[in-house]
């Protein structure tokens, strides 16, 4: 049941807590205390949450668990994306409004896992769809064949049992420009292997360069670089919606 669940979640929670952070200086903690820290510190958020009226992303996943399970509402054809990056409390999201004569259509790509850190797995996977049916795409239509061809090799030698091949559609994308692999020391040789890149292909007037970094702390290092090498910028993560003032000012209240 969910009382069950929610001991078991916070057991894991604090064990996984002392595992990573077995002290902070001079202070080490231990079961009791980091129970008594933690439950502390959620204490005042619940409070300040109510205070302010407010609900965040977890309120919405668990309250809402709780609603569908008391409505006992269920769906006949159901579509789920991204499935590799669900968490337990989102597949029981997916279980609750479920029926045993439900259509449950699952869609992802264990290779594009991201979200380990909330809660998903490889495990959580593989139990929520052992009994599904299998449909594997293997035709990729939005790349050039030499990038699916690195990729593929990239995934042999880093993810040998996910491996399925990607195949070359044969579509409308050209095969003209080859696709590199480049590998640098450090950020400032990457940056100027860049900028020497994208001077080049911008010596063409009827071509157009894009760089995308994982992350946006990144971007203005990139930026500058280029607006250095007088190139014309345009950063996407300037309109980061978590820079909004709003945002940020909602942020600080919790």
Request: overall charge neutral.
């Amino acid at each position: 049941n969910i009382r069950e669940l929610l001991i078991t979640l916070w057991q894991e929670s604090i064990d996984a807590f002392i595992s990573k952070t077995s002290s902070i200086g001079s202070y080490r903690f231990d079961r009791f205390q980091t129970s008594i820290l933690i439950w502390s510190y959620l204490s005042y958020l619940i409070k300040t949450k109510r205070r302010i009226k407010c609900y965040d992303f977890d309120d919405l996943i668990s309250l809402g668990l709780v609603k569908l399970i008391k409505t006992d509402k269920k769906y006949a054809c159901i579509q789920v994306d991204e499935v590799q990056d669900l968490n337990l409390f989102q597949w029981l999201l997916i279980e609750a409004i479920t029926a045993d004569n439900s259509t449950v259509m699952a869609l992802g790509d264990i290779d594009q896992g991201i979200y380990k850190f909330l809660g998903a797995s490889e495990e959580l996977l593989s139990n929520y769809t052992s009994s599904f049916e299998r449909h594997t795409l293997k035709k990729n239509y939005r790349a050039v064949k030499p990038l699916i061809d690195l990729l593929n090799e990239y995934k042999l030698a880093n993810f040998p049992k996910h491996q399925i091949p990607m195949e070359y559609s044969g579509g409308k994308t050209t095969n003209e420009v080859p696709a590199l692999l480049i590998n640098y020391k450090d950020q400032e040789l990457e940056i100027e292997g860049c900028i020497a890149a994208v001077k080049s292909i911008l010596e063409s007037p009827q071509r157009s360069a894009g760089i995308l970094l994982r992350y946006n702390k990144g971007v203005d290092a990139y930026a500058h670089a280029l607006e250095k090498a007088n190139l014309e910028v345009f950063r996407v993560s300037e309109r980061d919606l978590m820079k909004h003032p709003l945002v940020m000012d909602f942020i600080s209240l919790i």
